[in-house]
């Protein structure tokens, strides 16, 4: 039963897009990867990595002359990094941060098959590619794990208790508890977030569509703002 559940779960989590948004192909002149059909930038790199598992997994790296902070962005489902693109350039403009936005296995031009342990390898590649090759330095780097991406995104940030921040966009609890209100956390579960978000050590930034929703329906945000600020706090605490 277990292995079942655990399975109808794994199938639930994972949905690449298919076919995937991009293709990765090299600059002639160069030799420097690009996605096609996208205009090149020059703050911007397509870069390739090997996690421990053996899987080539494809990322990008957007840079900001004033950055001192570089965030790393685990995509939600049904996406990949091609239709994420626009998005990562606009975060980085506009917050003025390096940015590394990669596909998990299987999803976009990562080779391998996605799965819950591929995640996980995954996200720590992609760390490792940041330390070794610009030098990111852990207490400079704020995780950000947007619905599936909440998975590998607090696994990484219980063992990096120096991060900057963590940032949860419509996090799951765990992927049997979007399919069940189950109230315990069974061994076959995947994503065990709500076991492991106690053990992070860096703040937390929560961000729900709920929120979001009430913002809009409340006379432009009036109501929210005396009693919560944009990060969902009451007033008087202090947010990220």
Not at 36 to 61: C, D, H, L
Not at 84 to 111: A, K, T
Not at 135 to 164: F, H, M
Request: aromatic share 10%.
């Amino acid at each position: 039963m277990g292995g079942v559940t655990s399975s109808m779960a794994a199938k639930l989590a994972f949905f690449p897009p298919n076919p995937p948004s991009y293709k990765v192909v090299k600059e002639g002149g160069t030799g420097m990867l690009m996605l096609a059909a996208f205009r090149q930038r020059e703050n911007v790199q397509v870069v390739k990595f090997r996690t421990r598992r053996g899987t080539e997994v494809v990322g990008v790296y957007v840079e900001h002359p004033m950055a001192k902070s570089t965030i790393l962005y685990s995509h939600g489902n049904a996406a990949d990094i091609g239709q994420m693109y626009e998005l990562f350039v606009e975060l980085s403009e506009h917050l003025c941060v390096n940015l590394l936005g990669y596909d998990y296995s299987g999803y976009g031009q990562s080779s391998g098959k996605p799965s819950e342990n591929n995640t996980y390898a995954d996200i720590e590649a992609a760390y490792k590619y940041l330390e070794e090759n610009y030098g990111t330095k852990q207490e400079d780097i704020i995780l950000y794990g947007q619905s599936v991406g909440s998975g590998p995104t607090l696994d990484l940030a219980v063992r990096l208790p120096q991060l900057r921040a963590v940032v949860l966009h419509s996090p799951i609890l765990s992927g049997l508890r979007v399919m069940y209100p189950v109230k315990r956390t069974y061994w076959f579960d995947i994503y065990k977030n709500i076991d492991k978000i106690p053990m992070v050590k860096c703040p937390v930034l929560v961000i729900h569509m709920r929120l979001l929703i009430a913002l809009m329906a409340s006379n432009c945000g009036n109501f929210v703002n005396r009693n919560m600020n944009l990060y969902g706090s009451k007033e008087g605490t202090t947010a990220i």
